[in-house]
């Protein structure tokens, strides 16, 4: 079964089984996200995908694609939010991108560049986590981690393991290691699982690994992750890009208050930081 809906006033096709968010990619029609991952279960924890479907607001990566939807995810609001998503998200641990060893590989720097975000906004945690590098190849930056459950859910759904949980709530919310002692070295991870290179800030490290693409020859460093994203979606599906506007007479309005940004709202600020 495939289908046509319709985002900020482009027609996108999806496939049966498609969210919307598998959809839009795929038709190179980028929605910032972080805790979404193509072949994985919907998780929708980031809330960086939110978009309104027919005038209702729903997570992009959970909600699947149907025929005759009209979403909106580039209105002053939903982009407003996603920039203070963003900001809560550095502020609430230690994110020093000069000094990271991610830093051109994080996704969750290239989607603040994305977001245009110039400052934190809100006052700054200082959160103080503790530092695991016990493992002989991997270490782990607690400061760093988002909570955005890509390594647990890797661990349990990929390398059939349950390495990594969640525990506490607020504030106390923190990444354990399943394991005696409740360090790495005494897990079973190992430097091949897909728990260990699924990370999308610099929370979970390879160790020896941080420098081999030297800093401004990575991923982010020339090309903004709107382009990125995109661009394997299409790869991995074998699609065309450049869709056509959506035929109004064959898709049924939003009728809500933000149903005229699909057509006028500009693309959201790409910087493209080659340095």
């Known amino acids: 079964m495939s289908g046509t809906l319709c985002i900020d006033g482009i027609a996108v096709p999806f496939t049966d089984g498609q969210t919307i968010i598998e959809a839009a990619r795929t038709a190179g029609v980028y ?11 919907p998780y929708g924890s980031c809330k960086l995908c939110t978009v309104k479907v027919n005038g209702r607001t729903n997570t992009a990566c959970t909600l699947p694609a149907a025929e005759g939807q009209t ?8 982009q407003h939010d996603r920039q203070r998503i963003t900001q ?19 996704q969750l720097q290239a989607v603040a560049y994305h977001q245009n975000m110039l400052d934190n906004h809100y006052p700054h945690f200082y959160a ?31 390398d059939g393991k349950d390495v990594f949980g969640i525990a506490g709530r607020g504030i106390h919310k ?44 990575r991923i982010y460093d020339h090309h ?24 109004q007479t064959k898709l049924p309005q939003n009728g809500g208050p933000d149903s005229h940004y699909a057509a006028t709202m500009p693309p959201a600020p790409d910087i493209k930081h080659g340095r």
């Open 174 to 217: 923190r990444l354990i290691v399943n394991s005696p002692t409740g360090k790495l070295k005494d897990s079973d991870i190992s430097v091949d699982d897909e728990a260990a290179h699924v990370c999308p800030t610099g929370a979970i490290l390879v160790k020896r690994s941080a420098y081999l693409a030297p800093i401004g020859e």
């Open 71 to 78: 979403v909106i995810s580039k209105s002053p609001d939903l």
């Open 224 to 247: 903004p992750i709107s382009e990125v994203a995109c661009e394997k979606a299409a790869l991995e599906a074998g699609a065309a890009t450049g869709y056509p506007s959506c035929d």
């Open 31 to 41: 929605i910032p996200y972080l805790c979404h991952r193509p072949g994985y279960a």
């Open 88 to 106: 809560m998200l550095f502020v609430e641990g230690n994110h020093f991108c000069p000094s990271c060893e991610k830093s051109g590989n994080c």
């Open 128 to 158: 103080q986590r503790e530092l695991d590098a016990s493992h002989p190849d991997i270490l782990i930056d607690h400061d760093r981690c988002i909570f955005c459950n890509l390594c647990v859910r890797a661990s349990k759904e990929k």
